[in-house]
């Protein structure tokens, strides 16, 4: 087993949409040369068939040269076997390309690379080109991977992809990896010293210039640098990330100079050809693409801030994990743990081995966003975990992929130990994570409750911790977790019996003596389960609440009851909030258009059409809807047919609002802020800032009030606009990004996170400013960043944070009142009505607080695992909740307000064996963790809780 490396056909970061894939297949074995009649040839043999390869000769012949300068003295960089960089050669692809072309072609591919990367090349790597038909033979045949996954090591692939829910058991992990390995444009073999090139055209064998400038630079690389040998998934995706990402750049870079120093000369032939990739797991294809995501960043920076020498110095200092290559600012400082699984099986299981050696595996931080990205992969509903917007990013027009996301960053190791069963076939595993903090630990355990959930997960009853996987999901095993401190163990058996086979102690009962579960002490009034895998945009408005349920469907629901009153589809995916106004509900599709449902019967009233896609949600004022779209358009439509009345065209992206202010319709971009009449449609006055609007104007006696951020300052202002003139007030520096603004009649509270993005422990300050003259009132500091709106309620002010908590402050001092640590992230808007505080976390818990003192009244887990957001309309006591598929109506107790929690009783979470602090991502400092508190118990607890939910629903 060995390294091979492979081109892919990239510009920059970016991969071309073609169909044949081109990754890296790390360390396999290679396969042989292919003749013409479809037999194989040793590739280290002289040529036979129809094959074209080169014959080893020094000089090129002068046939093939049209012109080119006078040989130098001796070798120099940019020459190469008689041919310079920028010779013209006299050859023609279309018949195919034959032995003295393809001379002269890799020798002036190596001078261009020479003189791109500025190393000179030692020798000249015999080079041959194979048809893609005669490479996916040579892979079917099982001469390119398959003695590297037979028995043990087969059994590991498997079980390495089946934990990360990438290939389910009634599939194959090794014939994806057949598949990727028939998909390469071309690779380089370390032990032949031979570079192979798949023809693009399937008929007549041709080369891809830039593609053999990669596998050629390849070759330099192994014969330069000591390459380090790598056996697990992580240890080759890291090596493959500075030495992928740095022939990956020299390639960019080649391509570029074939668009100006080279224009003209490079041989770049058209795809006729494409491999069958029916076989091909994409979660498989996006693990194995992350070197060539991440490590071209991650060279291409280094070399343009500290030049090649810096990327050089990569191969004697190597980055340790592929964490420290998605996080460059980690490299040489973030060194992982070693993980050790020690063997408690029982004598039904043992370790899987080879030789008599234990085999294990990693797969690192990407391995871990890609499974939790798989349920975006497979369905757009899927996305609540890593979201597929997350891993694509179009900025500048260039389709790059990151995998970069909280609830993985803080990966500090990882190591699964496959088991088989004594008897039989059976299959188990235990795999440990550690994370560099609790916090981190408890996020990505988090994630992959959600990740169970999402693959029909039920928690076993009366065991803590352990669920079953049903027979549908393609997953058919039982799990345990155990989180302790920075440490995640996760425990697979085929059964739940076998799971204490597999590791011994790995299951433990549930605590029978514990008290009333504390959502008793709430009256759920109803819930509402969906047909679809994911609820959003949801209003609650004349006594029905209005609900995305779809994609594309409308659902209207008694808010008494909790009686369906009526589901519409509409023509096409819903893009926007749902607004309610006058008994009808709109929404904006992705088919240029605004659907008018009536609210009482679900019928559509009419459809608008509109001049792109909504971005911006309609707003309804003077009996017609207004709304931004694509473009920077700006529409107005009759509220009353449908018809447009007018649009207007304003600078930038209209992304984050329209408001409406008497006749003047204001509209935010990332070019300003713009009014607009909002009869005519005709722009009354612009007003542009230093930086990009990225908060809806708030509009509060006459004056607007919008927030800024320049993008490479860093600088974030809040600015005071008047509404009718366009007259700038005040602007307010806050330092804070993501500044979310609150206004009443003479405070302008601003909450947003200050300090480094990417700081272990961010803060955040909640400011207040006046809203006359844009002066600062008080600021505190709160631990974690605030990431929703404040609430200004009853001379209180009220924040949450992704740290865990919600802080209430004097509206009038800024003097802190009471802080109380949540289960987890506080993201969804806080509600205050009739003396409570309405809080919904990430980890899936809706808890009910005194707004005076902070002490809680009730919970109530999700459905799920997933973030429960309270709606912003509470109705005669009861407030209204969303999970990822079910909609709650609570009604909070009267007669407990104030006591305690009976769970709340100090301990720590119960799934931390005693030793995770709930709060632990908290410094302790300025108040945080003070309060009753509502973290004790684990979001582990709301998977039991479901199946109580249901038989309460009515």
């Known amino acids: 087993m060995e390294p091979i490396h492979c081109a892919t056909t990239q510009k920059r970061r970016a991969v071309l949409v073609t169909l044949l894939l081109a990754l890296c297949i790390g360390v396999i074995a290679v396969p042989a040369a292919a003749s013409g009649d479809g037999t194989v040839a040793a590739d280290n043999s002289s040529t036979t068939g129809s094959v074209v390869a080169t014959t080893g000769n020094d000089t090129v012949s002068e046939s093939v040269v049209a012109s080119d300068r006078p040989d130098p003295d001796s070798d120099r960089l940019g020459w190469e076997s008689g041919v310079w960089a920028n010779a013209t050669l006299s050859i023609d692809q279309t018949d195919g390309i034959d032995q003295p072309e393809l001379e002269a072609v890799v020798a002036r591919t190596m001078a261009r690379v020479e003189s791109i990367r500025g190393i000179e ?50 599939r194959n992990a090794v014939e994806s990896r057949r598949a990727l390995s028939g998909a390469v444009n071309g690779y380089y073999r370390p032990a032949t010293g031979n570079v192979t090139i798949i023809s693009p055209n399937s008929t007549v064998r041709q080369v891809r210039e830039a593609i053999l400038a990669q596998e050629l630079f390849h070759a330099q690389q192994d014969n330069q640098f000591d390459l380090r040998d790598v056996e697990t998934i992580e240890e080759r995706n890291t090596r493959n990330s500075y030495v992928e990402g740095d022939a990956n750049y020299v390639q960019a870079l080649y391509e570029q100079r074939c668009e100006s120093d080279w224009s003209g000369t490079c041989y770049r032939p058209e795809r006729t050809s494409a491999p069958d990739l029916s076989g091909l797991d994409e979660g498989m294809e996006k693990l194995f693409r992350q070197p060539y995501e991440s490590g071209y960043g991650f060279v291409s920076d280094r070399h343009q801030e500290m030049g090649w020498s810096a990327v050089d110095s990569l191969y004697e200092n190597p980055p340790a994990s592929t964490e420290q290559v998605i996080h460059p600012e980690t490299y040489g400082e973030d060194e992982p743990t070693e993980l050790r699984v020690t063997d408690r099986s029982t004598d039904a299981w043992r370790p899987l081995t080879a030789g008599g050696e234990r085999l294990t595996e990693s ?123 920075d440490r995640l163990r996760i425990v697979n058996a085929p059964s739940v019996e076998a799971l204490s086979g597999v590791r011994q102690g790995a299951v433990s009962p549930s605590n029978a003596s514990e008290p009333t579960v504390p959502w008793d002490r709430a009256d759920l009034r109803w819930t509402v389960d969906s047909d679809s895998d994911s609820l959003s945009s949801s209003t609650v408005s004349g006594g029905r609440l ?30 926007s909030s749902l607004t309610v106004s006058n008994g009808t509900v709109y929404a904006g599709t992705a088919g240029q258009r605004v659907v008018a449902v009536e609210a009482t019967t679900g019928d559509i009233q009419w459809t608008g059409q509109l001049d792109g896609i909504v971005t911006a949600e309609p707003v309804v004022a003077n009996g017609t809807v207004y709304t931004g779209t694509t473009g920077g358009n700006v529409q107005a439509i009759d509220a009353a047919s449908g018809e447009q009345a007018w649009s207007s065209q304003v600078n930038g992206t209209v992304a984050v609002g329209v408001a409406v202010a008497d006749e003047t319709v204001l509209v935010a971009s990332n070019a300003g802020l713009f009014a607009v009449d909002a009869v005519t449609g005709e722009q009354t006055w612009a007003v542009g800032f230093d930086g990009g609007v990225f908060s809806p104007p708030v509009i509060s006696g006459g004056t607007a009030y919008v927030a800024t951020l320049n993008a490479s300052s860093g600088a974030t202002s809040v600015h005071a606009v008047d509404a009718r003139t366009g007259e700038q ?125 902070g002490e809680e009244e009730w919970r109530l887990f999700a459905d799920g695992l997933s973030a429960v957001s309270p709606l912003p309309t509470v109705v005669d006591g009861t407030v209204y909740s969303k999970g990822a598929t079910t909609l709650y109506a609570v009604d909070g107790p009267t007669s407990q307000q104030g006591t305690d929690d009976p769970d709340d009783n100090g301990t720590d979470d119960p799934d931390d064996n005693g030793t995770d602090d709930p709060d632990d991502d908290s410094n302790g400092s300025g108040g945080d963790g003070d309060g009753p508190g509502f973290g004790v118990l684990v979001v582990a607890v709301a998977l039991a809780a479901v199946a109580a939910l249901a038989g309460r629903r009515r």
């Open 729 to 853: 007030r005040w602007t307010y520096q806050t330092a804070q990004t993501g500044s979310r603004v609150t206004v009443t009649d003479d405070t302008v509270y601003v909450g947003g996170a200050v300090g480094d993005p990417g700081a272990d422990r961010r803060t955040s300050r909640l400011t207040a400013i006046t809203s006359e003259g844009g002066d600062s009132r008080w600021s505190v500091t709160v631990n974690g960043t605030i990431s929703v709106s404040p609430v200004a309620s009853n001379d209180t002010v009220y924040v949450g944070t992704t740290a865990g908590a919600v802080h209430a402050v004097a509206a009038t001092s800024g003097e802190r009142r009471w802080t109380v640590p949540t289960d987890d992230t506080v993201k969804a808007p806080l509600v205050v009505s009739d003396g409570r505080l309405y809080a919904g976390t990430q980890g899936g818990l809706l808890a009910g607080l005194d707004a005076t003192t």
């Open 121 to 170: 090349f030692d020798r000249t790597p015999p080079v041959r080109i194979l048809f893609a038909d005669e490479q996916q033979s040579a892979v079917a045949e099982g001469l390119f991977e398959d003695e590297q996954f037979e028995g043990a090591q087969r059994t590991l692939l498997n079980a390495q992809y089946e934990a990360l829910f990438l290939i389910n058991e009634s």
């Open 546 to 575: 209005y609900v995305q349920s779809g994609p594309k469907t409308v659902s209207g629901i008694n808010n008494t009851t909790g009686e369906q009153v009526w589901t519409r589809q509409v023509d096409g995916r819903i893009v």
């Open 363 to 485: 797969v690192g931080e990407p391995g871990l966003y890609v499974s939790l990205l798989s349920p975006a992969l497979e369905s757009l509903s899927g996305g609540d975990i890593i979201p597929l917007e997350n891993h694509r990013n179009t900025e500048g027009g260039e389709l790059t992929y990151s995998y970069d996301h909280p609830t993985t960053a803080g990966w500090d190791g990882d190591k699964l130990l496959p088991y088989v069963a004594t008897a039989g076939n059976a299959t188990g595993y235990v795999y440990e994570t550690a994370w560099d903090t609790p916090a981190d630990a408890r996020e990505f355990h988090e994630g992959y409750r959600k990740l169970l959930a999402y693959h029909g997960a039920d928690p076993v009853t009366d065991l803590a911790n352990t669920y079953r996987l049903p027979e549908t999901s393609g997953f058919a095993d039982a799990l345990t977790l155990n989180r302790t401190g």
